[in-house]
Antibody, heavy 118, light 110 residues
Framework: QVHLVESGGGVVQPGRSLRLSCAASGFTFSSYALHWVRQAPGKGLEWLALISPDGNNKYYADADSVKGRFTISRDNSKNTLYLQMNSLTAEDTAVYYC?????????WGQGTLVTVSS | QSALTQPASVSGSPGQSITISCTGTSSDVGGYNYVSWYQQHPGKAPKLLIYDVSNRPSGVSNRFSGSKSGNTASLTISGLQAEDEADYYCNSYTLYSTRVFGGGTKLTVL
């Protein structure tokens, strides 16, 4: 069965960096596109980034709040997806989900909470 | 890329049918058939309900159906049940190869 497990969340001070990981199992990792999606407390889902199966193509939400600060990557030898987040602000406080798929997100992880606070 | 437009809330009584709309533009909803819908219960990860406008994944009840007309996609839930009370989100592929969610709709079963 497909499993996606996020990790790396926690409390981080404003301006600092954090790297999230998403460990995958139960499917051929290198055959699927993967995404990061976040959800701020009490808010809706926000799509952040997509990486192609081979890692060569990456796309980011156009929002100024994400582009240039967040970097999606993957290691197909470790079946792991990453999200490097830099210059974090309070507005980045959210649950971060990884999800699998191209035209849709058929499997999701349980999410990892990132809290940006001094 | 602006979020797709969904009603903030809808409600219905058990057994009734409701429809949630999702309005975008010709650069997203209207231009591609990669429209999907998700159900999210409090504290849980979203669950895929509908993909490619109108297809149901295995295991999803046939009470859930999707459609699209022009720049607006719709999710219909028939035979409302108490467990359908949740938040619902649409998502679309866009012209820029990115994805965009709707703002979400809270469904209340009266």
């Amino acid at each position: 069965q497909v499993h996606l497990v996020e990790s790396g969340g926690g409390v981080v001070q404003p301006g600092r960096s954090l790297r999230l990981s998403c460990a995958a199992s139960g499917f051929t990792f290198s055959s699927y596109a993967l995404h990061w999606v976040r959800q701020a407390p009490g808010k809706g889902l926000e799509w952040l980034a997509l990486i192609s199966p081979d890692g060569n193509n990456k796309y980011y939400a156009d929002a100024d709040s994400v582009k240039g600060r967040f970097t999606i990557s993957r290691d197909n030898s470790k079946n792991t997806l990453y999200l490097q987040m830099n210059s974090l602000t309070a507005e980045d406080t959210a649950v971060y989900y990884c999800a699998r798929g191209f035209g849709n997100f058929d499997y999701w992880g349980q999410g990892t909470l990132v809290t940006v606070s001094s | 890329q602006s979020a797709l437009t969904q009603p903030a809330s809808v409600s219905g009584s058990p057994g009734q049918s409701i429809t949630i709309s999702c309005t975008g533009t010709s650069s997203d909803v209207g231009g591609y058939n990669y429209v999907s819908w998700y159900q999210q219960h409090p504290g849980k990860a979203p669950k895929l309900l509908i993909y490619d406008v109108s297809n149901r994944p295995s295991g999803v009840s046939n009470r859930f159906s999707g459609s699209k007309s022009g720049n607006t996609a719709s999710l219909t839930i028939s035979g409302l049940q108490a467990e359908d009370e949740a938040d619902y989100y649409c998502n679309s592929y866009t012209l820029y190869s990115t994805r965009v969610f709707g703002g979400g709709t809270k469904l209340t079963v009266l």
